[in-house]
């Protein structure tokens, strides 16, 4: 009799769980990972959709750029994100000027084909410079963008040369020196300030990458529980470390069924060492150059937040979503 009423329980889930999806024959689990993956697909082709942003942030044109080395050849690639939500592409030509927009969808084949490349040679400098200054509206053109736009860039692009203001050492908050001039440890140059930038933000990330420059960390709340607290690794970032610094975490991601009771901190426990457990990279957020009356947290919450609320899974990317354009597009020179 126990064991009959035990099938007849299993019965009852296994009907729960063969529900269709309203509206449709489909299970619902069916249902949410066809739509996970359409939404992959979309973000993929550059279709990253319309989002809400801080209330404290006026309404953005929003800016990627991401500068690969393909050994001496450097390949520049500015992504702009349109008001309707959909990406579009720049790429240089070999005299450094831009070219025609091309829809980000595009891109890949670009890229593919050779295009975009900036050959090695004594102009090679200027023209990786020119056409950076023009995807930040400071440029050649001779004309000065005022409307406001913020510019994603990854530090590690220009860790050697293109742009030197981005190095640790150089980097000076709202003191901007642009793409293309060198910086002597012993010179005083003369700086860009916002008022000379109306509506230029630019917000720097770096990642962990070869050199460790990020340490490990891992956000945790805690859930009291009848026997001691239970831990639930959910808290996400951004964290501030300094007046200008942060730090966004990514969260344990949906996916990670890992038992939240493994640790890798008791020694003693040595089967641990071989079982998957978050512990997320965090991504450093600094907003470098920002207009006068710019919330420094809002814009870090910006950047933390484009990690996960665009067309995508609920598991993070390691970028902001349009450097994560970028990212995607490197893989195809």
Known sequence: RANWRRSRSLSRVSCRLREP?????FGAGTILRASAAINDALRQLGHLGVYETPDSIPDLEQIGIWLHHDGPTCIPLVIRLGAEG?????LASDKGTAIPAIPYEDLPEALANGK??????????????SFLRNALGTGDSGSQDTHNRVVFVRSASFRYWGWDWLQDKHIRADRLVLPGVDIKDDEVLRTLSPQDCPGLRI???RDRGSGDEIARGFGASYKPDADGPKGRARVSGPFKFSERIFYSVNPRSDQMQTSLGVTKLDSDITQNYTKQA???VPLEIYPAFLQPDDDVAAFATLASSLRRMYLHTEQATRFPALLHLCELADEYI
């Open 21 to 25: 999806y309203p509206g449709t024959r």
């Open 86 to 90: 959909r990406a579009a592409a720049y």
């Open 116 to 129: 975009g490349r900036i050959r090695p040679g004594p102009q090679q400098k200027a023209q990786v410079a």
């Open 203 to 205: 917000i720097r990330v």
């Open 278 to 280: 978050a512990s997320p």
